[in-house]
T-cell receptor, first 109, second 116 residues
Framework: GQNIDQPTEMTATEGAIVQINCTYQ??????LFWYQQHAGEAPTFLSY??LDGLEEKGRFSSFLSRSKGYSYLLLKELQMKDSASYLC??????????WGAGTKLIIKP | IAGITQAPTSQILAAGRRMTLRCTQD?????MYWYRQDLGLGLRLIHY???????GKGEVPDGYSVSRANTDDFPLTLASAVPSQTSVYFC???????????????FGPGTRLTVL
């Protein structure tokens, strides 16, 4: 079966750095997405990785290792507005997105 | 410019009733999707459409039907609602077909449906 694992919840301090991990086992791989979802709102796109390595976009970076079936999202200089759920999703061999359950990130002052 | 709109925002429905959730996008995207999101579970794909006139089944299609008569609209129908269909429903669209590697999906605001 297809499986995407993320921690259910993480807590971090304002101004700090946090890394949210995602491991996946899917039938094929055509890219990995990270989305942010604030409570009661729709998911919004953060990043896309298809090749191994680190993609940096402002305070957010995303890393991929295809051989390990592993990705992480790195958030720097945390702000209170970063409190949200972070969803990892993999595009499988049928080009369908398989979604993880999401990681709820709580930022404390 | 609205992007993707969904209606209604929320609905309470009696079991056995028929209900259509509406979704409209103005971005001329080829592909559209319907997901349900339940607490503790990831987004689960119900149905999708690669282009107007075509539809396909996702992971959890039972009890739901869709149509894609034109590019902009992708309604989701529950023929006879059951309590297990209580969920938040998101419609999404993407520029390419589902055969494209980079295919960012844009989401509507969601419909919160309660079936009693």
């Amino acid at each position: 079966g297809q499986n995407i694992d993320q921690p259910t919840e993480m807590t971090a301090t304002e101004g700090a750095i946090v890394q949210i991990n995602c491991t996946y086992q899917t039938s094929g791989f055509n890219g990995l997405f990270w989305y942010q979802q604030h409570a009661g709102e729709a998911p919004t796109f953060l990043s896309y990785n298809v090749l191994d390595g680190l993609e940096e976009k402002g305070r957010f970076s995303s890393f991929l290792s295809r051989s390990k079936g592993y990705s992480y999202l790195l958030l720097k200089e945390l702000q209170m507005k970063d409190s949200a759920s972070y969803l990892c999703a993999v595009l499988d061999s049928n080009y369908q997105l398989i979604w993880g359950a999401g990681t709820k990130l709580i930022i404390k002052p | 410019i609205a992007g993707i709109t969904q209606a209604p925002t929320s609905q309470i429905l009696a079991a056995g009733r028929r209900m259509t959730l509406r979704c409209t996008q103005d971005m001329r995207h080829n592909a559209m999707y319907w997901y349900r999101q339940d607490l503790g579970l990831g987004l689960r794909l119900i149905h999708y459409s690669n282009t107007a006139g075509t539809t396909g089944k996702g992971e959890v299609p039972d009890g739901y039907s869709v149509s894609r008569a034109n590019t902009d609209d992708f309604p989701l129908t529950l023929a006879s609602a059951v309590p297990s269909q209580t969920s938040v429903y998101f419609c999404a669209s993407s520029p390419g077909t589902s055969g494209s590697s980079y295919n960012e999906q844009f989401f509507g605001p969601g419909t919160r449906l309660t079936v009693l």
